[in-house]
């Protein structure tokens, strides 16, 4: 894993009216880094991704992404990375070949390239077989698969997975880290992910960031956390630094300005 850094935050804050929901967060993740972002309901994390991702643009602060500023250099941005979200986003009406190739066209993949890529990321989540097979047929697993594949068809130099595995059985969501695991080995790609399963990002992730009302207020390895809150597992450490109180979801533009309502309402 190399020290150079492949995504970098500095001073990113991100407002919805008046609700802040990520506040001056700064930190830096290394290519080939497997990189965790957790924190409670609410507290950043989906909000720090789209930012990322460039499917919101921050209020403030400088976000580089494979060394593309992700405001002002968009569509570079776009070609560095893969992305898995929460909600399933293949097309159910086209088979799961049909899916990879739409894909491979979005990302100017010519054919010749395309054809063997998509062949060995079928073959490796184990859906060479039903390659033929409409995606609304297929199980939760088997479409979380398939996004995992199409996500790495072009090479990306970082993957982000956002809550990859909500939902999933244990034997498919050790499947799935597995493929995660084998890839970013052999390409040396940088993996930057969400969950709630406190047991993957112990088991998986080289280091993790802790977010707490939009502001980043732990990082490092959980050896480091454990250590820092005096504790002998990540979930003891998570629950240390963030507390026990159960949190609203996150707030996005939509609940925002529901809040601004609601507020309105009580003058």
Request: glycine share 6%; no cysteine.
């Amino acid at each position: 894993m190399s020290k150079e850094p492949i995504i970098r935050l500095e001073h990113v804050t991100k407002k919805f009216g008046t609700v802040t929901a990520v506040n001056d967060v700064s930190f830096e993740t290394r290519r080939g880094e497997l990189f965790a972002l957790l924190g409670p309901n609410g507290a950043g994390k989906s909000t720090t991704i789209k930012m990322l991702t460039t499917l919101v643009k921050p209020t403030s602060g400088t976000l580089t992404l494979a060394g593309h500023n992700v405001t002002k250099a968009q569509d570079k941005a776009r070609k560095s990375f893969g992305i898995v979200f929460q909600d399933p986003s293949v097309d159910g009406e086209l088979t799961a070949y049909e899916n990879m190739e739409l894909h491979a066209v979005l990302y100017s993949l010519s054919r010749k390239t395309a054809r063997p890529r998509i062949e060995a990321l079928l073959r490796l989540v184990e859906l060479w077989n039903r390659r033929d097979t409409p995606v609304k047929n297929f199980s939760g697993g088997m479409k979380r698969r398939l996004e995992i594949a199409r996500g790495l068809l072009h090479h990306p130099h970082v993957l982000f997975l956002d809550e990859p595995t909500l939902g999933l059985d244990t034997q498919t969501r050790n499947l799935l880290w597995d493929y995660v695991q084998k890839m970013r080995r052999e390409e040396n790609m940088t993996v930057f992910f969400t969950t709630h399963y406190l047991e993957e990002a112990e088991a998986n992730a080289d280091r993790i960031g802790i977010i707490d009302h939009g502001e980043l207020i732990a990082l490092g390895s959980t050896k480091e956390l454990t250590k820092q809150t005096k504790t002998t597992n990540l979930e003891q450490a998570y629950l240390a630094l963030t507390g026990k109180t159960v949190r609203d979801e996150e707030v996005g533009p939509h609940e925002a300005w529901r809040a601004r309502q609601r507020a309105r309402t009580m003058r």
